[in-house]
């Protein structure tokens, strides 16, 4: 347990340096790459293609800043207010608290998946634009996907942590029910079933995403 604590604390430490890296290095780099494709423009000539002066992984770095500022532009559109008082109407019951837990750690794991598989294809696009390979509206395509998946995302976290400020400020000790039936189930999931490395990879895995999440909120 000493050394499976260890490995959590030091993936916490890389969670938070990869998120800072995202807030810092990568309008850094996204700003390196605009003025390099500014300089490339104004050198540019019939012979050569100012666009292939930039690589596939800084018009990758300048989309994903833009859909990062997309997506909190459109979240700050977002009522959080209208959101927790829906919640709270539809949640006087905890049956219905716990099953949007459930459909919201769900929609997470779903989106969280598939964000990866995006991401992946956005920047291989990138690549290939970069050499000539795609055209641009297939950039564009995919830069689509990318916030879409991105916003949707940011919106079930946020759901996620307007249930739990519901359940907080319940009057009928919500969030210890719902902590313990949460703990409950993921116990009833992981007890009855035999345990192999991957498995317990997979939970470390789970638990690093969950108390990142939590410190975040």
Known sequence: PYQ?????????????????????????????????????????????DGRRRLGGSQIFDILVLLILSA????????????IYYWLKDITNEFLKMSVLVSLFEIADKILSNFGLDVMEALSGTCTQWALGAKRLRHVAAD?????????????????????????????RNGLLG?????????????????????????????????RFQLLAI
């Open 178 to 210: 719902l902590l313990i039936a949460s703990n409950f189930v993921e116990i009833k999931g992981t007890v009855f079933k035999r345990w192999d490395v991957e498995r317990i990879r997979a939970l470390t895995k789970m638990d690093v995403v969950e």
């Open 143 to 171: 830069a689509a996907v990318a916030f879409v998946v991105v916003l949707l995302h940011a919106v079930t976290l946020m759901c996620q942590a307007l249930v739990l400020a519901v359940a907080l400020n319940s009057h």
């Open 4 to 48: 499976l604590e260890r490995l959590i604390q030091f993936s916490l430490l890389l969670c938070v340096d990869v998120f800072v890296g995202v807030m810092t290095l990568l309008p850094l780099r996204s700003a390196i790459a605009m003025a390099r494709a500014l300089r490339a423009e104004r050198t540019r000539t019939p012979q050569h």
């Open 71 to 82: 997506a909190t532009v459109s979240l700050r559109a977002i009522r959080p207010g209208f």
